[in-house]
Structures are given as C-alpha cells and as structure tokens.
C-alpha cells in the first residue's frame, strides 16, 4: 500500500503543471482528423463553408488550441 501510495505521489509530481496541455493536446488531437476531412469536403464543394465554421469538431478544435494558449499565457506571469 505504501508503495502505491509513493507511486501515485510520484504521479502527481510528474503531472504537475501539465495537466492542462494533456487536456488541450487531447481535445485536439481527438478532432484534427475530423477537421481535415470536412476541410476537404469545403475544398470539393460538397460542404459550404458556414457549415464548416458551424461544426461542432471545429469548435472542439479551437477550445483545445485556445486552452493551451491561455494556459502557456498564464505560465508565464
């Protein structure tokens, strides 16, 4: 028990500050994939391009690329 203990403290240590960018690295690489094949949709016109700016992968995109800016933003204050 000890031992997990100490384990799991040294998890804590090593995810200490990262948390968030796992987070964001995370959201986006969970939707690029996405992004790509309707931005290629756009390109071959069988997509309009509100409806790609409307998507939900697009917003999920943007939120995990903006979480890790304002998170890198506040790291350095």
Known sequence: MN???LKLEDLRWFLDGKK???VSALLVLSQAGM????LLLVLNGEMSFTTFT???S???LLNGLGLGFLRAGVAKL
């Open 35 to 38: 992004v790509a094949s309707q």
């Open 54 to 56: 409307q998507s939900d």
């Open 58 to 60: 697009l917003w999920i």
């Open 20 to 22: 968030t960018y796992l």
């Open 3 to 5: 031992k997990l203990l």
